[in-house]
């Protein structure tokens, strides 16, 4: 089965914001990821945060951390259409396991 | 500072051919990683090299075999290719220490089509 489950199509204002949430399986990551993924891309990295940390804050993104229910989240604030993407969350540090990603569209 | 570079950009074989992708990591860095992403799915982790060895193997054939160079640039090589070996091919770079632990940054990828 999967390890990262996240679900799979959001659509969003221009403006508002978006969350895209994900749990994962492995408490012994030191690190979760989100990636991002724009069409025909390569995975871009857009932020991190440490396992001991609850919350992390980045300009327009804002990742909260469950450690007791597994549970990532991404905010971004004022989402713009150049936020269209596939959004990857990944857990472990040495061999990164990835969920299916969120598809995000922005409507204008 | 350069990024992650890959090469061919595309791809298409026929089944059972055989196919060689190559990685050049980011300045610095002695990890490389690669990845298989089939249409509609997150990347899935092939094999990771460190220092020319390697380091850590997923859920993938032994047809499915890697190379890393004295300059940490790596080859993907897939023989006996199959239908379902379809799919973008991503190499991350990652370093500065013992492999472990480090954010890993990716290349554009390389689009494999079998036919």
């Given at each position: 089965?999967?390890?990262?489950?996240?679900?799979?199509?959001?659509?969003?204002?221009?403006?508002?914001?978006?969350?895209?949430?994900?749990?994962?399986?492995?408490?012994?990551?030191?690190?979760?990821?989100?990636?991002?993924q724009e069409p025909g891309a390569g995975l871009q990295?857009?932020?991190?945060?440490?396992?001991?940390?609850?919350?992390?804050?980045?300009?327009?993104?804002?990742?909260?951390?469950?450690?007791?229910?597994?549970?990532?989240?991404?905010?971004?604030?004022?989402?713009?259409?150049?936020?269209s993407a596939i959004?990857?969350?990944?857990?472990?540090?040495?061999?990164?396991?990835?969920?299916?990603?969120?598809?995000?569209?922005?409507?204008? | 500072?350069?990024?992650?570079?890959?090469?061919?950009t595309h791809?298409?074989?026929?089944?059972?051919?055989?196919?060689?992708?190559?990685?050049?990591?980011?300045?610095?860095?002695?990890?490389?990683?690669?990845?298989?992403q089939?249409l509609?799915?997150?990347?899935?982790?092939?094999?990771?090299?460190?220092?020319?060895?390697?380091?850590?193997?997923?859920?993938?054939?032994?047809?499915?075999?890697?190379?890393?160079?004295?300059?940490?640039?790596?080859?993907?090589?897939?023989?006996?290719?199959?239908?379902?070996?379809?799919?973008l091919?991503l190499?991350?770079?990652?370093?500065?220490?013992?492999?472990?632990?480090?954010?890993?940054?990716?290349?554009p990828g390389t689009r494999?089509?079998?036919?």
């Amino acid at each position: 089965g999967e390890d990262v489950e996240q679900s799979l199509f959001l659509s969003v204002r221009e403006g508002d914001s978006s969350v895209i949430n994900c749990t994962y399986t492995d408490s012994s990551s030191t690190y979760l990821y989100w990636y991002k993924q724009e069409p025909g891309a390569g995975l871009q990295l857009l932020t991190y945060i440490f396992s001991n940390m609850d919350m992390k804050q980045d300009q327009r993104l804002t990742v909260l951390l469950n450690k007791k229910d597994k549970h990532l989240s991404l905010r971004i604030a004022d989402t713009q259409t150049g936020d269209s993407a596939i959004y990857f969350c990944a857990e472990r540090d040495n061999r990164l396991a990835f969920g299916k990603g969120n598809q995000v569209v922005v409507i204008p | 500072e350069t990024g992650v570079t890959q090469s061919p950009t595309h791809l298409i074989k026929t089944r059972g051919q055989q196919v060689t992708l190559r990685c050049s990591s980011q300045s610095g860095h002695n990890t490389v990683s690669w990845y298989q992403q089939a249409l509609g799915q997150g990347p899935q982790f092939i094999f990771q090299y460190y220092r020319e060895e390697e380091n850590g193997r997923g859920n993938f054939p032994p047809r499915f075999s890697g190379l890393q160079f004295p300059n940490y640039s790596s080859e993907l090589n897939v023989n006996a290719l199959e239908l379902d070996d379809s799919a973008l091919y991503l190499c991350a770079s990652s370093g500065g220490g013992s492999g472990k632990q480090e954010t890993q940054y990716f290349g554009p990828g390389t689009r494999l089509l079998v036919l």
